[in-house]
């Protein structure tokens, strides 16, 4: 009779449990290597489930070194982390791409950038989930390395992100003037450090302006 109820008591927790996962707002943090936030001791995803809480599931979909051009070098499209993002059905999409697009390798195709990038939105406002999307603009670019070009970042990709935002009805997270004066936060010059994450996680936050669950899906 003890081991009856003991099994039964283990199948309800195991319900609940699930009942539980399934009703957690899923956010789906999509990007480069500032969003995978190698070497740190917290991802900027990371932070943003600390911030958001319970009720959320955060998961980090960055790849470094991933451009959003399908003719860039290492294009996002071919990773396995996109299906996974789009198979997971998120709730709210946060994109931050576009610093590793600047390269001249991937910025001579920059006519495809817009067209690109308006299809990927796409790519998820048309699953079943039907997430909210938010499109983050870069973070400067204070040193130029890696090929990555700070008047690109700063001057052309910046505008033409806030361009998919409106062409696409998609909410923009400012992430560029939130850091400008401040390459303190960048351990060299591009990549947010432990405290450039926090800051990063925090403007999302405040950008998401959900207040509950019922809020984040409508």
Request: glycine content about 6%; aromatic content about 10%; hydrophobic content about 40%.
């Amino acid at each position: 009779m003890k081991k009856h109820f003991s099994l039964l008591y283990l199948l309800v927790l195991l319900v609940c449990f699930g009942a539980s996962a399934q009703n957690k707002i899923k956010v789906a943090c999509v990007g480069n290597s500032i969003t995978e936030g190698a070497g740190l001791k917290q991802t900027y995803p990371a932070v943003l489930q600390q911030l958001l809480g319970g009720a959320y599931e955060v998961r980090n979909f960055g790849v470094s070194g991933r451009t959003l051009l399908k003719k860039g070098n290492q294009p996002f499209w071919n990773e396995t982390k996109y299906q996974d993002a789009l198979a997971w059905n998120p709730d709210i999409v946060i994109i931050k791409l576009g610093t590793n697009d600047s390269k001249p390798m991937n910025w001579k195709f920059k006519d495809e950038f817009v067209p690109d990038y308006i299809q990927f939105v796409a790519s998820f406002k048309k699953l079943a989930s039907k997430p909210k999307v938010y499109v983050c603009t870069p973070v400067p670019v204070f040193e130029e390395k890696f090929s990555i070009s700070k008047p690109v970042v700063n001057t052309e990709i910046v505008p033409a992100v806030k361009k998919v935002a409106k062409k696409t009805k998609s909410k923009t997270i400012d992430l560029y003037t939130p850091f400008l004066g401040k390459p303190e936060l960048t351990y060299d010059g591009i990549h947010p450090n432990d405290a450039g994450a926090a800051l990063l996680a925090n403007e999302v936050y405040k950008s998401l302006k959900v207040k509950s669950a019922q809020t984040a899906r409508k």
